[in-house]
Each structure stands twice: as structure tokens, then as C-alpha cells.
């Protein structure tokens, strides 16, 4: 719970000097990144866990708010298979740690393959990750406590979208009007949270019908998918209760069954 209320804090520090106006800052993402956004024609995200899920929302952002194709793979299968390198391909790692052993070798693994850059989304300056990376975008979210990422995920995200803009309107897929548009939500996104977090008695209420469940299904489409399976992993962390996610439009095509 600590984790889950300090989000409207942490996300405040993750924005700030970063967005001004009705700006993202291309220099916060580090010497040469303009140059580095421009040469880019292509994405690979590599995680693990939580910001796995992460990063599938931002593949998402990728190919319909930047329009640069992009992938994403879990760390340990990128690391034991063989891969094609894309063209001006560039590696993102996304760690709350930045000691993750497969993300790591992932890392380590793409820099003898040919990829044109790696960048890496994490809270922790001086890790592993931040130090072998070419570039580094710092989610500030602060000590994590808690096992269950919370903060992290949020903090990940808006780092993420950050990236996306930024990308993209250094490219011109991205165009100033769409660009104020996503920092107005960004800043708003704190009070957003607040709000959200004075429901805290509600959902209590409403969980206690749901205490008795030993399994439970979460659908999503499009970019609310990942978040189906963020919210499927969270459950499974918190309460020991088993629970999948489902790209809504699979619900017949299996799930159903089991209901």
C-alpha cells in the first residue's frame, strides 16, 4: 500500500525537468539522442516481468503514435535464441533494478549483434544496465520495497510515453498538437492518480465479495492488454490466487471453458 499511494509523488519527480510547456525535453534522454532518434527505423524492447508488461504497452505507442515498428520480447528468450539484428535497430531494457541477470545479458547479448544503440529505462543510477547502456532515462520512482512493483510500472509507462514523443517528434511522425496533447495528460496523470487512490474504501468493500474466488480472468484489448496481464501478475504476487489474462477477442477461445 505504500507503493501504491506514493505513485502520485514519484510520477511528479519522473516529469520533472523533463516537460516544459507544451514539451518533452529531447536533451533528457541524453547527449546525441537527436541524432539517435533520427537514425532509428526500429525497436526492440527487452524485460522481464512487470516491466515486460510495460514495455508491451509501449509497443503499442511505438507503432501508433511514433509509426516505427517495434517488438518485444522476454529477456530470457531473447538471450537463448538465435535473433535476426533489424537495421538501425534500437535495444531498450526496462529494469526497476537494473541488475537483472536476463535483461542484462540480453544487453550484453545485442551489443555483439549489431544493434545500433541501447538505452535502458531504470530507477536505479549506477546499476548494471545504466552503466553498459548507451543511454539512460531514469524513472526516479525511488526505493522499491514492496515485491509487487507498483510505482515502478506507472513510472516505467510515463517514462515510456515520454520516449515515444520524443521519438516521434524528432522524426515528424509526431506533430506539436499531438505532442501537447500527450504532455497535458502526462501532467495531469498525478491529480488523476490521487483521485483514484481516495476510492481506496470502495474497492475494499467490493473485494470481499470477490474473497471466496480461487481463479480469476483478466480481459483486455489493444494497449489495456498488457494491463490485463500487470493486474493477472499482481494477483498471483499479492494474494497466492491464481489468475491469466486474455487479449479479450481469445475470451471464446478457451477461457470460456473454464467459466
Known amino acids: 500500500q505504500k507503493e501504491i499511494h506514493e505513485q502520485p509523488v514519484v510520477l511528479k519527480d519522473t516529469l520533472e525537468g523533463r516537460v516544459t510547456g507544451n514539451s518533452i525535453l529531447l536533451e533528457s534522454f541524453g547527449a546525441n539522442s537527436a541524432d539517435m532518434f533520427n537514425q532509428v527505423e526500429h525497436v526492440q524492447i527487452v524485460a522481464c ?14 507503432e501508433s503514435l511514433a509509426k516505427v515498428s517495434c517488438d518485444i520480447e522476454i529477456a530470457s528468450e531473447f538471450r537463448y535464441r538465435p535473433f535476426v539484428t533489424r537495421a538501425n535497430s534500437l535495444l531498450i531494457t526496462i529494469s526497476q ?21 541501447a538505452m535502458t529505462i531504470c530507477n536505479v543510477p549506477g546499476s548494471s ?7 539512460a ?17 506507472t513510472t516505467q509507462r510515463a517514462s515510456l510515453l515520454m520516449f515515444v514523443t520524443a521519438m516521434g517528434k524528432q522524426k515528424g511522425t509526431i506533430d506539436l498538437a499531438k505532442e501537447a496533447e500527450i504532455v497535458k495528460s502526462l501532467n495531469e496523470l498525478p491529480v488523476q492518480l490521487e483521485n483514484a487512490l481516495t476510492s481506496n474504501a470502495v474497492i475494499e ?33 499479492i494474494s497466492y490466487i491464481h489468475a491469466e489474462a486474455y487479449a479479450a477477442g481469445e475470451l471464446k477461445h478457451g477461457p470460456l471453458a473454464l467459466i
Open 49 to 62: 516481468g512487470t516491466s515486460f508488461n510495460a514495455g508491451m504497452v509501449a509497443k503499442y505507442w511505438c
Open 97 to 117: 533494478s537494473g541488475e537483472t541477470a536476463d535483461t542484462l545479458a540480453a544487453l550484453r547479448l545485442a551489443k555483439e549483434k549489431g544493434y545500433m544503440a
Open 129 to 135: 544496465l545504466v552503466r553498459e547502456s548507451d543511454f
Open 137 to 153: 532515462f531514469m524513472t526516479r520512482a525511488g526505493a522499491e520495497v514492496g515485491v509487487a512493483s507498483t510505482k515502478a510500472f
Open 205 to 237: 468493500s467490493l473485494a470481499e465479495d470477490f474473497a471466496d474466488k480461487h481463479h480469476s480472468l483478466f480481459l483486455g484489448r489493444g494497449e489495456f492488454f498488457p494491463i490485463a496481464v500487470e493486474a493477472a501478475l499482481k494477483l498471483k504476487e
